[in-house]
């Protein structure tokens, strides 16, 4: 999210709409203006939060697929910034299913406000895919990692470092949103089952890691001996924070800056430890190629489920290892810091399911040379669970919805 991530950042230019044309206009979204007469689809990317890391990476990497053959031909590419406004976004979503768009890829600020304007798109044929957070209309398709465990695993990871007892912290996203929703609930349903954890200064910083830092000093200021924090993306300011504050290292968890990666290898030997996960910039790859498989065909409507799961990274603390930016396949999690921003997301290849992308399409919006779209494996598309009130219209919450995954954590009895 997310990564995160998802700043509110006051974006001035969005009192206009600013179209953004990534491939060469078309009159209207059939035309035949694309090539050997294929037929070319008016795609819009709307983002709410942007000007952070996470935001801009998710952005520019769906930029670089609509540079890559064959969606170089087959797209015409609009860009508009929506900012932190929900009525703002509405009205932008509502201008682009008028301008003639075939598939909509939206970061959604809200599970149910934009309910509404989804029906709006059903009604005109418009495919409308939210990436990273939800909406519950079953008109719509959600890609998302939410429903994938960060909550419960990263929550439990903490307990168990801290032995089930300790004073912690939560340091959450943007409150409302469908991901801070579930990943709040979900790891409060782990601190619940221990007595000894106690939540003694919960706050939202957006996902961004400079009001990460500010908050968390806040909270020290007021609770110097807390003994863990959790932390959604922003986890690279929290760390800052206690540095800054004189404070010794804690157990932290959080998402995958590459800033925190670089913390938890430099740092451990003086305190530090923590598990990255979180959410990757690449969802937002990942339901553009989903939307054109859709739309071209290859995958038949009925066969795409409208949850779809992106999978939950998890890097421990003693598994970072640093990479090259330009060298995917020489392995590595993270990257030197003096190469790629502190805030950047360093988890981007998935190479399953965007292997067209690598660091300069997610830093500058560039396509891989020589690099063609890759058809999605149906089998690698995963059916996220139904969740009432995120992701769903349903009434009946999972029962298992915040099981934990054994390949990463397991819980401990509580003290």
């Known amino acids: 999210m997310r990564s995160a991530k998802r700043s509110l950042v ?15 206009p078309s009159s209207n979204s059939s035309s035949n203006g694309a090539a050997g007469g294929t037929k070319k689809y008016k795609i819009y990317l709307d983002l709410s939060y942007s000007g952070n890391a996470w935001s801009n990476a998710a952005a520019n990497m769906i930029q670089a697929l ?22 703002k976004q509405i009205s932008d979503l509502q201008s682009m299913i008028n301008s003639g768009a075939d598939a909509i ?5 809200s ?26 209309s079953p ?19 903490l307990v168990n470092k801290l032995g089930g007892k300790g004073k912690i912290f939560m340091n959450s996203g943007v409150s409302g949103t469908a991901t801070d929703t579930i990943h709040n609930e979900a790891a409060k349903s782990v601190f ?60 932290v968890t959080g998402e995958m800056s590459n800033g925190y990666r670089n913390q938890l290898l430099t740092l451990h030997d003086k305190g530090l430890v923590g598990v990255s996960s979180g959410s990757a910039p690449t969802v937002g790859a990942y339901a553009f190629k989903l939307a054109m498989e859709l739309l071209t065909g290859r995958i038949k409507e009925g066969d795409l489920p ?12 003693d598994q970072v290892k640093v990479g090259d930016p330009l060298k995917p ?3 590595g999690n993270t990257w030197p810091l003096d190469k790629v921003p502190p805030v950047f997301a360093a988890g981007i290849y998935y190479p399953d399911l965007v292997p067209e992308i690598n660091y300069d399409s997610a830093i500058n919006g560039n396509p891989v040379p020589g690099a063609t779209i890759k058809p999605i494996d149906p089998t690698k598309i995963v059916k996220a669970p139904d969740v009432p009130e995120i992701n769903s219209d349903t009434k009946t919450k999972p029962a298992d919805l915040f099981k934990l995954n054994p390949e990463f954590v397991k819980p401990i009895d509580a003290p």
């Open 66 to 87: 609509a540079k890559t053959p064959p969606y170089n031909q087959q797209v015409e590419f609009h860009k508009i910034i929506s900012g932190a406004d929900i009525a």
């Open 10 to 24: 006051a974006i001035a230019a969005t009192a206009l709409l600013s179209l953004v044309a990534c491939a060469p």
């Open 105 to 109: 890829i939206c970061y959604p600020l």
């Open 192 to 251: 619940a089952k221990y007595p000894g954890i106690k939540v003694v200064s919960q706050y939202w910083s957006n996902w961004d890691a400079v009001q990460s830092k500010t908050n968390t000093l806040k909270a020290l200021a007021a609770n110097p001996d807390v003994d863990g924090i959790w932390s959604q993306d922003g986890e690279y300011g929290v760390v800052q924070a206690l540095q800054q504050a004189g404070h010794k290292l804690i157990p």
């Open 139 to 157: 008109k719509a398709y959600n890609v998302s990692y939410i429903t994938a465990g960060f909550g419960q695993n990263s929550a439990q990871y």
């Open 306 to 317: 409208h949850n779809t799961e992106f999978p939950l990274p998890w890097v421990p603390y």
């Open 329 to 331: 396949a020489a392995g």
């Open 111 to 136: 599970p149910k406000a934009l309910n509404g304007v989804v029906n709006q798109a059903a009604a005109k044929g418009v495919k409308m895919f939210f990436y990273d957070g939800t909406v519950t």
